[in-house]
């Protein structure tokens, strides 16, 4: 069977390890004052090199004839720590072994005596985050007072559910991503060895799709090289790379410039059938909404970026994972909300009303009021306390006025009731109103500041007192408003 890419070209001595000099750097100064720590912690994510340069500190603390200071790779001690096949070294994975019988079978027994035929017994824990409590309570000692012979290095990706108790007693190394002009030329040194032409174009995709992870990047390059030809086109690479984005993202981005929101959902959709990851494609739009940061669509661009990365974050694995994104086009596409910039349009006032707040890009927006002169000067000229001689409202009373009260939001927010076609009113307590939803998505979006003071709005104009709203989830029996919704906007369910 055909090895890896990754384990065919795993670095054997610490010049060959890209990205992270500065740990080798340090760790082969220790080896040449001798004062190499009994202990190292490395951290990072996955796939930068990690339980590669764990092996590689094996090797050197072991080696019997390193020249400066790297392993020889020609004793048996390093053929054997290569070929993982030494009695003295021990890769125990944490996250199959977590709990504390485990460290005192494999780790605390086997402390105790002297290694069968290495100068030193190396303990390689990988994802050591992954250790219980007690584990950790049992390795503590161990760790902080091991006999001269022995050599721990702990690899995670997730140092903080490290206990600091672990971490103080080892020297802690932070593992960065690889920069991508890096991984290009790792690549390009891969398949000159390998004999294969491949254009820089596939290399550069490869490396975007990696995020900087030397693992992920020869992983996929060794998909590309299966192809079985001797020069690699992106025609001949696109079989194997995840789809490329940068036409479906420039096509995304043209129809939001131009408020189209069916057109942009409905290319979301169809590029999500198509087989477009779709944290992939989010990432890739957010990269170029960036670059157009500072130009002439700043304003929008801004509002763009917000939007999109409280969708990014909403991202689900199941039912409708695309929602989220499709609610931001909405809302990114409204003509209300669209009105952010400073300057109005022909035909309207040039006074704000009182009630429109704008504090900048950044920050909250509230949809105005648009309110009758006769009932604003009513609503001012009003004695607050007249509220306390009204009766409680009852549930019912709130239902039978509900259909009003959606009125009025649909007057002065065009967004909103895209949301509140789904709501149901479930409680009434005093002057506080339960409005129940199906989706978790549309609780956080009606409880937002500027979209609840609106829905207070409107329920104190119908029902002449104020009111305090809360969205709260409701399961609800599958709604067909949501549903042609969706269909609306090209979306579909399941």
């Known amino acids: 069977m055909a090895q890896a890419l990754y384990r065919i070209y795993r670095p ?45 500190v094996a090797k050197l603390a ?65 994802e050591v985050h992954m250790l219980s409590t007690s584990a950790f309570n049992a390795l503590l000692k161990t760790l902080e007072e091991p006999p001269e012979h022995v050599l721990f290095v702990l690899a995670t990706t997730e140092i903080h559910k490290v206990p600091e108790t672990i971490i103080s007693r080892c020297q802690r190394f932070d593992f960065r991503r690889i920069l991508p002009e890096v991984l290009l030329k790792r690549l390009q040194y891969i398949v000159k060895q390998e004999h294969v032409d491949v254009e820089t174009d596939v290399l550069e995709q490869i490396v975007k799709h990696s995020g900087g992870c030397a693992r992920d990047a020869e992983s996929l390059l ?18 194997v790379l995840p789809a490329s984005n940068e036409m479906m993202v420039k096509q995304f981005l043209d129809l939001l410039y131009q408020k189209n929101a069916a057109g942009a959902v409905s290319d979301l959709n ?43 974050a909403q991202i689900k694995t199941d039912h409708l994972p695309q929602l989220p994104i499709e609610l931001a086009i909405v809302e990114l596409c409204d ?6 910039a400073t300057t109005p349009s022909a035909g309207e006032p040039r006074d704000l009303p009182e009630d429109f707040k704008y504090q900048g890009v950044d920050s ?21 306390t007249v509220f306390d001689t009204i009766p409680i409202i009852s549930l019912d009373e709130v239902r039978k006025k509900w259909p009003q009260v959606f009125e009025q939001i649909r007057e002065c927010n065009a967004s909103l009731p895209l949301f509140m076609q789904t709501c149901e009113v479930c409680g009434v307590n005093g002057e506080h109103v339960e409005l129940g939803f199906g989706y978790d ?22 029902l002449g007192r104020p009111m305090k ?26």
Request: glycine share 6%.
């Open 441 to 462: 998505l549309y609780v956080q979006t009606v409880n937002k500041d500027k979209n609840r003071r609106v829905i207070e709005e409107a329920f104190e104009r119908v």
């Open 335 to 340: 003509p209300v909300l669209s009105s952010r």
């Open 62 to 126: 072991n080696c019997e004839q390193p020249k400066d200071a790297e392993p020889c790779n020609a004793c048996e001690a390093c053929r054997e720590i290569a070929s993982g096949t030494s009695l003295d070294v021990f890769e125990i994975d944490a996250a199959s072994n977590t709990d504390v019988e485990n460290v005192r079978e494999n780790i605390i027994k086997s402390v105790r005596f002297a290694p069968n035929r290495l100068k030193k017994k190396v303990f390689i824990i990988d």
């Open 12 to 56: 054997a001595t610490f010049a060959d390890v890209v990205g992270q000099e500065p740990v080798a750097t340090t760790i082969q100064n220790q080896f040449r004052t001798g004062h190499l720590a009994h202990a190292y912690v490395f951290t990072g994510p996955r796939g930068i090199g990690k339980t590669t340069m764990a092996r590689l």
């Open 364 to 384: 909250d927006y509230v949809a105005p009021i648009i309110e009758r002169p006769a009932e604003r000067a009513e609503a001012i000229s009003a004695d607050s």
């Open 270 to 312: 169809t590029f999500l059938e198509q087989g477009v990851d779709l944290k992939v494609f989010m990432d890739d739009m957010l990269e170029a909404l960036r670059a157009r940061l500072f130009g002439p669509e700043s304003v929008f661009v801004r509002e763009a970026l917000e939007r999109f990365l409280e969708a990014r």
């Open 222 to 239: 060794g998909q590309v090289l299966a192809l079985g030809d001797k020069k690699i086109t992106m025609q001949e690479a696109s079989l």
């Open 469 to 494: 709203v809360k969205a709260v989830v409701k399961k609800m029996a599958e709604d067909e408003t949501v549903i042609q919704l969706i269909e609306q906007f090209g979306g579909s369910i399941g």
